[in-house]
């Protein structure tokens, strides 16, 4: 029988989203391996054994960090496809959430998603993968339509992950202080794509 869990005060469920940003941040900015329970614990202000309180280990701090970044753009790009008019504002919605996600509020949570990947594990992966494939689902979905209608290349299963690939690596060089703004940026990266 399945146990059904009991909703959480909001300001439990606040406490909680508070401690997973303060963890993304660690996490990106030392590394999930080199952040201690204790530096968790001052980030938000709570002794380090009251983090336990809200999640059994650290690691499922870590996989909350990764399911928020990635959940929280899913949720943003299936609403910008949903009130895209066309099919080249649906391929600029993939490109514009995607960086506006990556580079903006869930930037430390993506981060994290791409280069803490090698500590979870594996019994936490398959929760992680289901959400990250949702994700690229509708990637997928604007590409095959796209190349139906002879808007880009016809290998779209390769064109996504180089794609989400160039997108990624964005964090490492893109700077908010320079001449190109995220969105800018994007329509910039679309064009490179698109067959005219």
Do not use: C
Request: hydrophobic letters at 45%.
């Amino acid at each position: 029988m399945r146990q059904v869990e009991t909703p959480r005060p909001p300001e439990e469920n606040n406490r909680r989203m508070t401690l997973v940003r303060a963890a993304a941040v660690l996490f990106r900015d030392q590394g999930y391996e080199r952040t201690t329970v204790r530096d968790l614990g001052n980030a938000v202000g709570m002794q380090s054994g009251s983090l336990f309180y809200h999640f059994r280990t650290k690691e499922e701090i870590l996989v909350a960090v990764m399911a928020l970044g990635i959940t929280s753009t899913t949720e943003q790009l299936a609403l910008a496809l949903a009130a895209a008019p066309t099919l080249r504002d649906k391929l600029a919605a993939l490109f514009r959430v995607h960086l506006n996600s990556l580079l903006g509020d869930n930037q430390a949570a993506l981060e994290v998603m791409l280069y803490e990947w090698r500590s979870v594990s594996e019994a936490a992966k398959p929760g992680l993968v289901v959400l990250r494939d949702r994700y690229e689902a509708l990637w997928q979905q604007v590409l095959e339509e796209a190349a139906a209608a002879g808007m880009v290349k016809q290998d779209t299963g390769l064109l996504r992950r180089t794609l989400l690939g160039s997108l990624h690596w964005t964090v490492q060089w893109y700077r908010r202080d320079g001449d190109l703004a995220v969105d800018a940026l994007a329509e910039r990266m679309l064009r490179l794509v698109l067959i005219e």
